[in-house]
């Protein structure tokens, strides 16, 4: 009689792993949560906010109905919208599925930490949002590989329960791979959140959705639907982008496009990181998907070549923090370079547990690396709040069930403010310069 099957000894290890936090009961993955569009072909769905240059937001939603305007009406007063603004619109096949129209309308310019009101097309009901500060303090949340399940619904009821002005997600928003109508599911389940605040995205692997030689280039539906401000910025490519937010520079980084440094990426990169004046933005946040440090079992060195590839430009521009997604636990990371502990590198912190369907990365590599200081494989998501120049205060918040507790909290120092890291001049010459 065999008594060591390989699924027993897996049993055991996991046994040991969750019996090494007794205070909390790691939980399984809730079911998926399919929400329908039950107004009008005319009524707006999926409304989506997110930061689109200066003093601008795009708004953009979906209309069954393809006669309907692409126009935003808008005003500071409920019911009166002295101001209106008409934008493009899109739509996209794949395979037998067709999209709704979809529409990109940029409104503004709009005053900073103000209360607006708007339409959408000139159907279905009012929508509200609020416009990010000018200056310190400001407000971040973090969340990524969301999904749309009970969890998720979870992390979104518990990131809505307290203010924020920009909620920032490393990558895998709907978990749809391929099927295209849980992209319409997702963006109705968010609706309440993402139509209130901006939401910036960046690409994980559940955008790329390839399919051999009928869709070999990827990204059809997120380039479709999540349309970033990468014109406002510089780029050529919706999958990578920067903004600044009050006192905060922000670049959204592509796992899933080319990174060498021959690359349209790598190049843009160079550039924006050279326009950065720390003096306007004494912050610099850079957000990824698949991690580039990370000691979970889970998707173990998949940033790796892009860390090799980016990892010197980022740290001679002093990057303040790196977010990335991709594993399903939560794990943060002393500031780093190179794999060794460095007070000058970018403190790296993964947050891909919002909540999908695929459930948590349970196992980590034991002894714990030195360089990771905390780690634990539950659902949750995480605020950032930026003080002023000099300190911003991270905390990540656990679901516990119907609570949210803190799991983790620490004060950052800007790097622009340390005296011992000094920040090299930087030209976009003298950030590929060796070290
Ligand atoms: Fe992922």
């Not at 709704?100 to 929508?127: D, Q, R, S, W």
């Not at 002894?367 to 659902?379: A, K, M, Q, V």
Request: with cysteine.
């Amino acid at each position: 009689m065999k008594i060591f099957s390989p699924h027993l000894l897996v049993f055991f290890f996991l046994f040991i792993v969750v019996r090494s936090s007794p205070e909390y009961t790691r939980p399984d993955p809730r079911p998926l949560i399919l929400r329908q569009h039950d107004r009008s072909d005319s009524d707006p769905q999926q409304v989506h906010i997110s930061l689109a240059g200066k003093d601008y937001m795009r708004v953009s939603w979906i209309t069954s109905d393809k006669k309907v305007e692409s126009k935003v009406e808008y005003g500071k007063t409920t019911g009166k919208y002295d101001a209106s603004a008409t934008g493009e619109s899109t739509s996209y096949r794949y395979f037998f599925y067709k999209s709704g129209k979809i529409h990109h309308v940029k409104i503004g310019p709009l005053e900073h930490n103000t209360t607006y009101y708007y339409m959408c097309g000139g159907y279905g009901p009012e929508f509200t949002l609020r416009t990010p500060p000018s200056a310190f303090p400001v407000e971040f949340t973090v969340a990524g590989d969301l999904g749309q399940t009970e969890w998720t619904e979870s992390t979104l009821t518990h990131i809505g329960a307290k203010d924020y002005d920009v909620l920032l997600l490393p990558g895998d928003l709907s978990y749809a791979d391929l099927h295209q109508p849980l992209w319409d599911s997702f963006g109705r389940l968010v609706q309440p959140y993402t139509s209130t605040r901006p939401w910036m995205v960046t690409q994980g692997n559940h955008e790329v959705e390839t399919f051999p030689i009928i869709y070999p280039h990827g990204f059809k539906a997120y380039n479709a639907r999540w349309l970033m401000p990468h014109q406002e910025s510089g780029s050529k490519s919706n999958l990578y982008y920067s903004f600044d937010v009050a006192g905060a520079h922000i670049i959204m980084l592509g796992s899933y496009t080319d990174f060498d440094s021959n690359s349209d990426q790598y190049n843009w990169l160079q550039a924006d990181l050279a326009s950065v004046d720390r003096t306007k933005t004494p912050w610099v946040f850079v957000l990824i998907h698949a991690p580039w440090y990370n000691s979970n079992l889970a998707h173990r060195g998949e940033g790796e070549s892009m860390r090799k590839a980016m990892e010197q430009i980022l740290y001679k521009a002093r990057v303040d923090v790196i977010f990335a997604g991709h594993v399903h636990a939560y794990e943060r990371f002393t500031r780093v370079y190179d794999n060794k502990a460095d007070q000058c590198g970018p403190v790296h912190v993964t947050i891909g547990d919002g909540g999908n369907r695929e459930g948590l990365a349970m196992l980590f590599e034991n002894p714990s690396p030195s360089i990771s200081l905390y780690r634990e494989p539950s659902f949750g998501h995480g605020r950032l709040r930026v003080f002023n120049s000099t300190h911003a205060q991270w905390s990540w918040q656990r679901n516990n069930d119907s609570d949210s507790v803190t799991g983790d909290e620490i004060w950052l120092e800007s790097l622009s403010s340390s005296s011992v890291c000094k920040q090299p001049k930087v030209s976009p010459k003298s950030l590929n310069d060796e070290l």
